[in-house]
């Protein structure tokens, strides 16, 4: 059954088309993974429509005919070739690598597209490591959608951007209810809630159905809005799964399946062997704002600013941005979190190669140095390890906090 069909959309720049070329050029294969609608097979079809044949595999005679004669099915589509939705087929993998193989040194000979992370299905990491890039595609960053695809984090820049038009409360609310989907942003009038709705239908029958931990897939809804609620929280999977009448297990089956399809991502807690009663439990944070808002039911900005979700939903919004802009330069983000046993946290810790940078998040637009208390104490522990902090506000106030804390809107993030 057909849910829904994507109108034509304006196609929008993304950031990860120069590491996509780059990735062609130097690996015999590329994985490219990342949610449903996500822009993954727009992308790869501008990029390649002169150079590569195009296959999609999730219709049923398409993926029985791959299932069914692998070696045939490859001689019928031979390589420069662009596999799309590459999961519903696994038993291609084999004989991909077996097609690689024999010709090891030319590069962009297969390009596989998945709405499941496909390195995780165990026959693409025995049949493709070493052969294939793999990089990941999520819903628009701000910087696509404002056009600044190359602008670096704060801690990278030279320059500020001290001066930069900051959104009112209401646009910056507005645009975090519709997310980063391209086809919502690129069409401003599109009812968000009903492609939400249809969105999350399509999500459950086509990706969530073909993996094997999911049975009914009602209790599978409840469960994502359960999960909705708790985004940017310590994750307790026994309290979740109690409060939904599941077994531990399942919940935890289902959080796996969530992740593999890129609608959540799992942020662990950052700890050294420093001493202290630390919190071992990770957080979860939705990969699309907009998807969060639709599933706890906030349709009204004003409402979703005011509301008991507003500084999750911030918070996710800031993990998003960060997270994308690494992703978008082929980076594998390193974000992490900081929570003593007593209550002292830091919201993000990002880690690269000359120290950690640790990251704070409220949603008082009137930044205090009281908010960079936690930072003060992380620096102690770490020391010179602990690069400056940065305080992301919904405000327009750029301004120091102590010695080695900035606050920062969140335009300029």
Not at 63 to 80: E, N, Q
Not at 158 to 178: C, D, E, M, N
Not at 228 to 256: F, H, I, M
Not at 344 to 367: N, Q
Request: overall charge positive.
């Amino acid at each position: 059954m057909q849910y829904y069909t994507p109108m034509e959309v304006p196609f929008i720049e993304r950031s990860l088309e120069p590491v996509v070329r780059r990735a062609l050029k130097e690996f015999p294969a590329l994985i490219l993974s990342g949610p449903r609608q996500a822009g993954k097979t727009t992308l790869l079809r501008r990029l390649l429509s002169s150079t590569h044949d195009y296959v999609s595999l999730e219709p049923p005679d398409v993926r029985a005919a791959a299932t069914r004669d692998p070696r045939g099915f490859l001689d019928m589509h031979p390589s420069p070739v662009l596999f799309d939705e590459a999961q519903y087929a696994p038993e291609l993998f084999p004989y991909i690598k077996e097609r690689i193989d024999a010709n090891r040194s030319k590069s962009g000979q297969f390009v596989l597209t998945g709405s499941q992370n496909l390195m995780l299905v165990a026959r693409v990491t025995e049949s493709l490591a070493g052969r294939a890039a793999i990089l990941h595609l999520l819903p628009l960053s701000r910087r696509e959608i404002s056009g600044e695809h190359q602008l670096p984090l704060p801690w990278e820049r030279r320059k500020s951007l001290a001066g930069q038009s900051v959104p009112s409360p209401r646009k910056l609310w507005k645009s975090l209810l519709r997310g980063g989907y391209p086809e919502i942003v690129a069409n401003p009038a599109r009812d968000a809630g009903l492609w939400f709705s249809a969105y999350v239908q399509t999500y459950l029958e086509r990706d969530v159905r073909a993996l094997r931990q999911v049975g009914d897939l009602t209790e599978y809804q409840a469960f994502l809005r359960a999960l909705a609620s708790r985004s940017a929280q310590v994750l307790n999977l026994s309290n979740l799964a109690g409060d939904l009448g599941v077994a531990v297990n399942t919940a935890k089956a289902w959080l796996s399946v969530m992740e593999a399809t890129h609608q959540i991502a799992i942020v662990r807690p950052y700890y050294e062997n420093h001493g202290k009663r630390m919190v071992r439990r990770p957080k979860v944070y939705f990969t699309d704002v907009g998807l969060l808002c639709h599933l706890v039911g906030l349709k009204d900005p004003a409402h979703a600013a005011a509301g008991p979700m507003a500084g999750a939903i911030f918070e996710t919004a800031v993990y998003s941005e960060i997270s994308r802009a690494l992703l978008n330069r082929g980076e594998e983000p390193r974000i992490y979190f900081w929570r003593t046993a007593a209550g002292s946290e830091v919201d993000f810790i990002v880690e690269h190669e000359t120290g950690i940078v640790p990251i704070e998040v409220k949603l008082s637009a009137t930044p205090r140095v009281e908010m960079v208390r936690p930072m003060e104490k992380l620096r102690a522990l770490l020391g010179e390890r602990v690069h400056r902090g940065w305080l992301v506000h919904p405000g327009d106030s750029r301004l120091p906090l102590g010695p080695s804390a900035i606050a920062l809107p969140f335009a300029e993030l």
